[in-house]
Each structure stands twice: as C-alpha cells, then as structure tokens.
C-alpha cells in the first residue's frame, strides 16, 4: 500500500463532489451568486494550507467510511445543508466516478491527469463569478499563495516517481474501491457500466502512451539482428495514442477522464438495487472488528483539525440540498437503502479548536452515534464498538 | 456474521457471455488445441485484490484435485476443488497484524514444491508467513525489517519461488531472501540476502536445474524492468543483469534456459538466460501485463494482462538456428474483467484459470 495515495484520493473525489453539487445547484435554481458562494467556501476549506500539510504527510488510506465523514465535513463547509440521504447518494456518486476514473486509466501515471482534469475545472469554479467581485480578489490573493503551496506539495509528492509506484498508488486506490458496484444511471445509459454494477472495459481505441498496438512478433538472432516478423490477431481494435497528455500546470491533458461529466439536462441519479447485495460480497472492513479504529481515528482527528469550517451563522440564511428530484425520492431513498451501503454510524462535528491535543478527546467526546447506543465498559471501549460498526 | 450467497452468483456467471477471439491467423493446423471452453467457474468468498501474479494454482494428479490461491485483501482464500471445479474445502487466511491504521495488507500468496515438501507462502506488508500447504499450520514467520526505509517508502515482501530446498522472497528494498528449508519441521533459516535490485522486486521464476554447472536457473524482476539472472547452490551466483526500460516487469517465467518477462507497457521479451540475449518480442497486449506462466511439458507460455486478454504462446527452439520462437496460439477476452491472476491447472496447458479485480470467482477455461 502506498503512503502517498492519499491526496489524490482526496482531490479527484473532491473534484467530483464539486460537479455535482454544482449540478445540483443549478437544478435546484439556486441564485447563482449564492451558488458560487456555496463552491468557493468549500474549495477553499479543501485547498486551506493547514489541511493540505496534514494531507500530503506520507499516511495509509482510511476506510471507505472513515473517508466519509471528511467529506460530510467538507460538504458542509458553506451555508448549504445536505440531510443522510442526499449525503450518501452524493458520496456514491462521487465514489463511483472515481473509480471509474481509476480503472479506466490508461498507464497508472495518467491517474495525475485525471487529477489535472479535476483541478482544471476546479479552477474554472473560482474564476467564473463575476457577481461577487470583492471576495475574489481576497480568494484569488489567498489563492496564488496556496496554489503555489499546493504545487509545491504535489511536485514533492509525485515528481519524481517510477511507473512502479504509481503502479502501487494505482492497486492502493483500487483496493479501496474494491467490492463497490453501486450502479449509477449515467453509466448506465452512457454504457460505461453494466447492469450488474461492473464498468464496462473497453477493447479498442488508443493503446496508453508508450505502449505498441499488439498484434507483432518479432524474432532476432544472436546479434540483435530481426530475423523473422509474424503478426497474429490480438482480438482487440486498437490504434496508437495520438500524443501524450500534459503533466503541465497548463496544457492539454488528452485524456477525458476526470473532466466534468454533468450537465443540466444529465441530471446526476443513482440506482440502489438489491442486486447489489448479491454481487457484491461484504468486505473484511465490514465483518472484522477492527482494532485499529482507534489510530485511525486520530488519523482523522488530525486531517480535520486542519479543516476550518465557517459557521452557517452569519447573515445569509442557510438552505438544504437535495440528491433527488424530490423531498419525497429523497426520504424513499433513505428508507430503502440496501443495509450494507449505510455509512449512518458516525458523525463528527469537529469545530474552530485547533489545538492539536484536544482534537481527538474532542471529537471523541462529540461522536454522535445515530444508532441504539451500544454497553460498554469504558469509553475508549465504546468508541471501538462504534467504529466496528462501521 | 458473514453471508455467503452462493446461488445468486452462479446464476449470475451463467448469463456472462466469455467470448471466444482470435484463433490464431497463422497456421491452420492443430485447431483442436487453440480452442478453448469456458468451464464452471470457482466461487470465491471475496474478490480478488489488483495485484499482480494474483492466482496460485498447485496440482495435485494423484488426489485428482487442484488447490487455488486468491488474495482478497488483508486476507487470501485457499480453495481446492475437484477436477470438474466443484470446491471441496476452502480456508482464509489472514497477514498477521502489526501497528498501523489498517491490517496489512497481503502482496501474493504462492506455493512451493520443494523436493521433499510442499509450503504454501504468503507475503504481506509486514513479513512472510509459511504455512503447511494445506494452510493449517503457520511453519515460519519472519518480520520485514523497515530499518533504514524513508515514511514514503510502502514496505512489503514480494515475489516467491522455489529453488532446489531453498525458497526465495522478494522484498520492497530489492534484495531476495533465500530461506534453507529442511525436509520436515519448522527449522527454517535465513540463509542468504542477495543484492542486485535496487527496486522492489516483483516476482521471481525457477527452474530444475539440469545437472550442469553454472546453469541459470533462477530469475528476478523489478518495479524498474531489470532482471537478474542467478545460479543457485549453496551460495546463489548473479550471472546476467538484463536492463529494463523504465517500465516495470511484474511477471517472469523461465523454460530450458530461455527468460519469459512480462511488462507493463504490454511486452512480452524473450531472453537467453545464460546471456541476455534478445531472441523474441512481442507486442502482446494494449495494457500492463500482470501475469504469465508456463506449462513446461508443453512449452506453452501463457500471458495475461490487464486489456482483459489472455493470450497462450508455443514456444519452440528452432531446429536450424537453436534460436527460440514463438507461435500464437489463442487469445481468450475475459469481458469487463481487469485480469490479475492467471494459471494453467494442468502441465500440457490444456486448461487454465484466471482471476479478475474485483471478481469474486475463479474463471476456469480448458481445451476442446
């Protein structure tokens, strides 16, 4: 498992949370100005400097659900509200997406361009807001002194690697998607996923850069002389990349993976069959009582002490998005989801403290548990009971 | 508790259509070999993890059984099964645990015919674990010493194979740890630590050695497409350093003397072992190769990739020349499935398995 997965984690699922909501926000008829407000505040609690040092130190990957609660926190982090439902179809959207993007990843290095597809667009977020000027210039003042900070970050942490490690970080981000196959509509009819929740690979088109279109042998002699070529029938319909995309602060990518994919009349729906249940087996993560909780949770103690959150409480009012079309979808979809896809266990509402040592007994101490409390001697003891749960 | 809904599955695998491409455009002859069916596939209990060199197959003809080995995870599931793929007994296996946020992960699990026993060995982010081959007796345990690696560097134990009594390991740091394994018991040493990698070793192929001196009979590759080629004995001689190009090799056969290696920009590369002498390339597959294996009674090469390809090779030494060649002899599309692990089950490569990401079953194919 590579240490240095995490941020790339982090910033194409966020990526992916930022088309959506935008998407969502359009659908909804929000006012755009508010709307913008919305995607601003949220972009720059993920790009704030003390978040990103805690991101990019070298640390394993959390749980699926652990992750969860970071982006709870993140979706939150302007004056729109999001209830469980919303919540748990935006992050399987965001989840599903991703892995997509993974999967599909022509070499395991290209997972940094799909990451340069989601910062492109992320900056195109911020840039295109004209109605509240004032703040702009504050976002951009702040924002050229963490961009560079983030480079920096991003050029240490990925510059100089082999292909053999982004070949880890590529089967690390696979392994934390393995065994989801939550069916997304959009996949569906786009026919980039199948209906039993699997995406569909496909078999012709450009090779990756730097790879030959199979179909050739070739045989030499003892002095590297070629003494025999034959072709054979690879089953496949393949053609040579036409260039490489670009690993540049600017340029072009090539690649369309990780771009944005919404648009107002592709309305983001997600399918929660049953037929999952089946085909997807339950994971160790889901079964084992894990031991190990507690570190992870100081793990997450410390990612999200970096976090600064505003308050909801200031002269704009707060408003709720929603998933669904409607309220009604919305409080169907909470009733019917399939019981191993429930993230409902815990709910960390970290606040403005920064003081390192009292985040964990802090947000130990604030662990709202949504379902029957569990007995338990100790306090640590509980908090291992909850977080076995899951 | 975990729940194990075995019918839906079998339903499921019955309506995903395996279609056969590519009967070789060469020669027309032997078509009866190139073709192959899909057989009833093997249920798993947890879908396989995007490793490289993710099946181990060993065969047992005299009990009319075949024993499979899938890592899921933090855990590896054995499976044996009749000839027909009915499974008859399965067991989980688990990476022992150390410090850190998550149990460790395990990187491959394999078995080692040694002459005189066989043990199953499997390797994790932590160490190595040896176990009786059935799994039911953990023999050996020995911790991978993070000593001197930097916080970025992932620490883990891969590439397994056996040479003669010995069984070496590859480890994230390059070096191959050769273990002397004695005819019983759990008196295993660490005998020799060899350097020629100076990145993580990928997997590691041997062969009997035919009684001469200074045969190459065992290879190495790394995450940075270099291969080593050794003699090995009481002490393990480096013969060849064959360079790679930047790519990594996750996988390496060796047969009569004559280097498989599989890429990750799809290669496949035949080498003369004692030299490093280039004989045969092919442009084998559009995506990174993740496993090949040979059926050395037969001389077939079979390469898997993560183009959802499965592609089986005659290789042959040239009366005239003596030069090795190479002829295709089926391709088989595993649809939608990111291949990870594949096998032949049988030392004529008439049949042959495969594992997907994610795919929680065991594809079972064989000749016509």
């Not at chain 2, 009967?23 to 073709?35: E, N």
Request: aromatic share 8%.
């Amino acid at each position: 498992m590579s240490v240095r997965t995490l941020p790339l984690l982090f910033l194409n699922l966020g990526g992916e949370m930022l088309y959506i909501l935008d998407q969502r926000l359009r659908a909804q008829n929000i006012p755009g100005d508010k709307a913008r407000k919305v995607l601003h505040d949220i972009i720059s609690t993920m790009f704030n400097r003390k978040f990103m040092e805690e991101l990019f130190k070298p640390q394993e990957l959390y749980s699926k659900k652990a992750l969860r609660t970071v982006y709870d926190r993140l979706a939150h982090a302007s004056i729109m509200r999001l209830n469980q439902a919303s919540m748990d179809k935006l992050y399987d959207l965001m989840t599903m997406a991703f892995k997509h993007q993974v999967l599909l990843c022509p070499r395991p290095k290209d997972v940094l361009l799909v990451t340069f597809n989601h910062l492109d667009a992320i900056k195109g977020f911020i840039q295109d807001s004209p109605a509240i000027l004032h703040q702009v210039e504050e976002i951009f003042r702040q924002l050229t002194e963490v961009k560079c900070f983030f480079l920096l970050c991003l050029w240490q942490t990925y510059g100089g690697l082999s292909a053999g490690e982004f070949q880890l970080i590529r089967q690390t981000l696979l392994t934390f998607f393995q065994d989801l196959h939550i069916r997304v509509s959009l996949f569906l009819k786009d026919k980039v996923q199948n209906s039993n929740g699997r995406f569909v690979l496909p078999v012709s088109g450009p090779v990756p850069w730097g790879t030959e279109v199979p179909g050739l042998i070739r045989m030499f002699d003892s002095k590297g002389k070629e003494v025999k070529k034959v072709e054979f029938k690879h089953g496949g319909n393949y053609v040579t990349a036409p260039k490489e995309g670009s690993f540049e602060l600017y340029g072009d990518r090539v690649l369309k993976l990780g771009t944005n994919m919404y648009s107002v009349n592709r309305p983001v729906e997600t399918h929660m069959s049953g037929a999952s249940k089946n085909l997807a087996p339950r994971t160790q993560e889901n079964i084992a009582p894990n031991p190990l909780a507690k570190e992870e949770l100081n793990f997450l103690a410390r990612l999200m002490g970096g976090m600064e959150i505003k308050k909801p409480s200031g002269p704009e009012p707060g408003f709720r998005l929603n998933l669904f079309t409607t309220d009604e979808e919305e409080e169907q979809a909470a009733l019917t989801r399939p019981e191993e896809l429930s993230y409902e266990v815990i709910n960390i509402q970290a606040t403005q403290d920064q003081q390192r040592n009292e985040e964990l007994a802090r947000i130990m101490g604030e662990l709202e548990v949504t379902d029957q409390p569990r007995q338990s001697a100790s306090k640590g003891d509980d908090l291992l009971a909850m977080m076995d749960g899951l | 508790m975990y729940v194990w809904v075995a019918r839906p599955r079998l339903l499921a695998v019955r309506t995903c259509v395996v279609s056969m491409v590519a009967v070789d455009s060469q020669g027309p002859q032997d078509s009866a070999v190139r073709m192959f069916r899909r057989e009833r596939s093997i249920p798993l209990r947890g879908s396989a993890a995007a490793l490289c060199n993710n099946l181990s197959v060993l065969q047992l003809p005299s009990r009319n059984l075949t024993h499979f080995g899938v890592v899921h995870g933090p855990s590896a599931q054995l499976v044996s099964a009749a000839p027909e793929g009915v499974p008859l007994a399965q067991r989980q296996l688990h990476a022992k645990e150390g410090a850190g946020v998550s149990p460790p992960l395990i990187t491959q699990v394999h078995w080692c015919v040694l002459p005189f026993r066989v043990l199953l060995v499997l390797t994790s982010h932590r160490g190595i674990q040896m176990y009786e081959s059935d799994g039911s007796v953990m023999v050996y345990w020995h911790a991978l010493d993070s000593g001197d690696a930097s916080p970025v560097q992932a620490v883990f134990a891969r590439g397994i194979a056996a040479s003669g009594h010995f069984i070496c390991v590859g480890t994230w740091s390059g070096q191959i740890l050769v273990f002397d394994i004695p005819a019983k018991g759990p008196n295993i040493v660490l005998s020799e630590e060899l350097a020629g990698h100076q990145t993580p070793v990928t997997d590691i192929a041997t062969e009997p050695a035919q009684g001469q001196d200074y045969v190459a009979d065992m290879v190495t590759a790394d995450d940075s497409g270099l291969l080593c080629v050794w003699r090995s004995g009481p002490e393990f001689k480096l013969l060849t350093r064959i360079p790679g190009f930047g790519v990594p090799c996750p996988s390496v056969q060796l047969w009569h003397g004559t280097v498989a290696a599989g890429y990750g920009d799809g290669q496949v590369r035949l080498y003369e072992a004692s030299t490093g002498t280039l004989h045969v390339q092919i442009s084998a597959h559009a995506r990174a190769i993740c496993a090949l294996d040979l059926a050395p009674e037969a001389g077939k090469l079979l390469s898997a990739a993560e183009d959802t390809f499965v592609h089986i090779w005659k290789l042959s030494r040239s009366p005239e020349s003596g030069y090795t060649e190479v002829e295709h002899c089926h391709g088989e599309c595993v649809p939608d499935t990111q291949v990870c692990g594949a096998r032949f089950c049988d030392p004529s490569g008439s049949s042959f398995a495969v594992t997907g990401y994610d795919l929680a079953e065991i594809l079972r194919f064989s000749s016509v």
